[in-house]
């Protein structure tokens, strides 16, 4: 399965099993996630993809600011984690 920067997955192996991820980064056959957590967006966790399981999609203006990493997603501005969390929290309420 090929996921897209932008993509709501669920770990399936690993420490972070059961866990909802965003897709962050696709690159040399590995994906990399964040939760804004435990995995902040200024260190995602690589996965292989095929421990991870497909959920959803958000929606193309949260996906083309996790790709240009601006906006609410502003590493700098040090709110790219807490918005990716409420994003992600918003997911789980309507999955």
Known sequence: MSFAVGDVVMSTAGHDR??????????DGYVWVADGQTRRLDAPKRKNPG????VGRFDEDVSSQLLQRCGEFEVKRGTGD???RKRLKAFTIEF
């Open 51 to 54: 421990h991870l399981s497909s």
């Open 82 to 84: 807490a918005g990716l």
């Open 18 to 27: 059961g866990t909802l991820l965003a897709v962050v980064r696709v690159e």
